[in-house]
Every structure is written in C-alpha cells, then in structure tokens.
C-alpha cells in the first residue's frame, strides 16, 4: 500500500465516533452517497468492530474503511481480522505503524510535532494525521509542509469545518478529519447527509 491511496477519493476522512452500530451501514451509504469514501469508526465507540463489518458490507468496494483510536498492535491484528483498511491513531505509535504496514493497511497516525512526523514518515506511514489541528494554525503547517518529504499526506483533524478547511489547504493540507461537524451519536441521517454534502461542496470549490 503506497500514499495513492487517495486516488479516487477525495481527502476527507469521516470520523464515527460513538456510531450505533445498527446505523452503521445507513450512515455510511449516506456519506459515500455524498462523496465521502474514507470511513474511520473510532475504537472507543460501542461495537465498533460490528460496525466497521457492516460498514464494510455495506460500502467497501466503494470506500476505505477502517478504524480510528488505534492504540496497540492487538487492535491492528483485530482489524486485519475483519479486512479494514485504514488504521488511524491519535499519537504516533511505531508498533501500531509497522503493524498496520506490515498487514498491508493504511497507517494515519496523529503527529503533532516534527519529530513525531518524521519517526512516523521513517515507520512507513502511509500518510500523517495533524492532531489537534487547533493546536496549529495554518502558518505552522505551512513550515512543516516545507520539510516533510514531497507528496506525503497531511490531514488536519480536530475542530475542522467547512469554514476553515480554506486556509489550511492553502497552507499545504492534504486533507481533512471530520468528527463532531459531520457526526455525533443519534444525528439524524438526513442531517449526516446535508452535512456531508456540504463539507464536499466547500473541499470541492478548492479544488
């Protein structure tokens, strides 16, 4: 698995945390509907490995579909299990990386500092996971974009909206994380599709 894995989707990863599973299938549908293929159940969510299953059914031809909260190699081994692709975490763990690597999933860890990006980049992370984006405002990404190695994926997660997802892209962003702006537990599902269609509105006039 190499960093075109983004090619055929757009750079926005929604982020379920919290997510019924028996909701599951519909909510995705609804996102991929919308134009959001990259799907991240976080682990701390109720069932999430039923959910990442169903998710998986219901939409992984069409989806990257995985899950986010990654914090040891016992859960990479879980997702393999069930054939999720994407392995996100929110600390740069090198175990969790060379794991998800090494079963051919795609490793996002959270980075916040250089040194973090670069011990991530150096463990074969697939892509880099900028968390908590409030914490760095979109002149500081622009300096590490400046040093990171070309083409390297940078998502910015953690307050993103529609809003702001402008100057971050134009700072060197890749792409984005959406969690609480796009979900939260019991939203309604025309809410969660709206939403979505919005957030691809505002990604797409970018590009």
Do not use: Q
């Amino acid at each position: 698995m190499s960093r075109d894995f983004l090619d055929g989707h757009r750079p926005l990863i929604a982020i379920l945390r919290g997510l019924e599973p028996e909701r599951a299938a519909a909510v995705a549908h609804a996102l991929v509907d919308a134009g959001i293929s990259l799907i991240e159940v976080p682990l701390n969510s109720p069932n999430p490995l039923s959910s990442i299953e169903a998710i998986i059914a219901a939409v992984g031809d069409a989806a990257l579909v995985g899950a986010g909260t990654v914090l040891d190699t016992g859960a990479v081994r879980s997702l393999a299990g069930i054939g999720a692709r994407l392995v996100v975490a929110p600390n740069c763990n090198l175990p969790v990386i060379e794991a998800a690597v090494a079963s051919g999933m795609i490793a996002l860890p959270g980075v916040l500092t250089p040194t973090e990006m670069f011990a991530a980049v150096a463990a074969g992370a697939h892509g880099l996971k900028l968390f908590p984006a409030e914490l760095v405002p979109p002149a500081g990404v622009k300096a590490v974009r400046a040093v990171l190695p070309p083409g390297m994926p940078l998502f910015m997660v953690g307050g993103i909206s529609a809003a702001n997802m402008a100057a971050y892209r134009a700072a060197g962003a890749t792409g984005f994380g959406l969690g609480g702006t796009l979900f939260t537990p019991g939203k309604p599902l025309a809410d969660i599709a709206s939403d979505a269609l919005g957030i691809v509105a505002a990604w797409d006039a970018m590009t």
